[in-house]
């Protein structure tokens, strides 16, 4: 029970280093332009689907670490027809066998105006509960899958050598902050 307790303080000691080192509201638009970049170069179809969507969130840099316990926190920025119309905080716990420290970036179109209104209308919004997100299959070589890009809410997981796959966003609670 120690060891459990230990490594809880850690990550929330890890938590609350990174929040006291938050990126300025600059530094979150231009990491945020650069992701968007990165992405478009890597699948430059999604240059057309976001430029559909009702709003873009961009997290340039979430931190995930885990030691059995583990924890994920990022800030990121809200777009609306190219501008930006919020700042968020990604957080989430999880439980389980984990080892590791890993660094992703991680963009969620909300292709529907119903969507983006009840995700800028809650007090915290929490990936499916609130809302389900669809994590898009863009494989090596393969455009998205069809169905996939037609659901009200698209993510796309980007680390550092490109796109991810086979990750899950449930339980990822967004909330909104001030810059």
Same mark, same amino acid.
Request: proline residues 2%.
């Given at each position: 029970?120690?060891?459990?307790?230990?490594?809880?303080?850690?990550?929330?000691?890890?938590?609350?280093?990174?929040?006291?080192?938050?990126?300025?509201?600059?530094?979150?638009?231009?990491?945020?332009?650069?992701?968007?970049?990165?992405?478009?170069?890597?699948?430059?179809?999604?240059?057309?689907?976001?430029?559909?969507?009702?709003?873009?969130? =961009?997290?340039?840099? @979430?931190?995930?670490?885990?030691? &059995?316990? /583990? $924890?994920?926190?990022?800030?990121?920025? *809200?777009?609306?027809?190219?501008?930006?119309?919020?700042?968020?905080?990604?957080?989430?716990?999880?439980?389980?066998?984990?080892?590791?420290?890993?660094?992703?970036?991680?963009?969620?179109?909300?292709?529907?105006?119903?969507?983006?209104?009840?995700?800028?209308?809650?007090?915290?919004?929490?990936?499916? =509960?609130?809302?389900? @997100?669809?994590?898009?299959?863009? &494989?090596? /070589? $393969?455009?998205?899958?069809?169905?996939? *890009?037609?659901?009200?809410?698209?993510?796309?997981?980007?680390?550092?050598?490109?796109?991810?796959?086979?990750?899950?966003?449930?339980?990822?609670?967004?909330?909104?902050?001030?810059?």
């Amino acid at each position: 029970m120690r060891r459990i307790l230990a490594i809880a303080a850690f990550l929330f000691a890890a938590l609350a280093a990174a929040d006291a080192s938050a990126a300025s509201a600059r530094e979150l638009q231009r990491d945020s332009d650069l992701v968007l970049e990165r992405l478009y170069e890597a699948k430059p179809s999604t240059r057309n689907l976001l430029a559909r969507a009702a709003g873009v969130l =961009v997290f340039p840099g @979430i931190y995930k670490g885990g030691l &059995g316990l /583990g $924890a994920e926190y990022g800030e990121g920025v *809200l777009r609306e027809k190219g501008a930006v119309t919020g700042y968020y905080r990604v957080v989430t716990g999880s439980v389980g066998l984990q080892l590791g420290v890993q660094k992703r970036a991680q963009v969620i179109a909300f292709m529907d105006a119903a969507a983006l209104r009840r995700f800028k209308n809650s007090k915290g919004w929490e990936a499916g =509960v609130d809302g389900s @997100i669809v994590v898009a299959d863009v &494989g090596a /070589g $393969a455009q998205a899958d069809t169905r996939s *890009l037609n659901q009200p809410i698209i993510a796309f997981i980007l680390d550092e050598q490109g796109l991810m796959y086979n990750v899950t966003l449930e339980g990822s609670k967004i909330s909104r902050i001030r810059k």
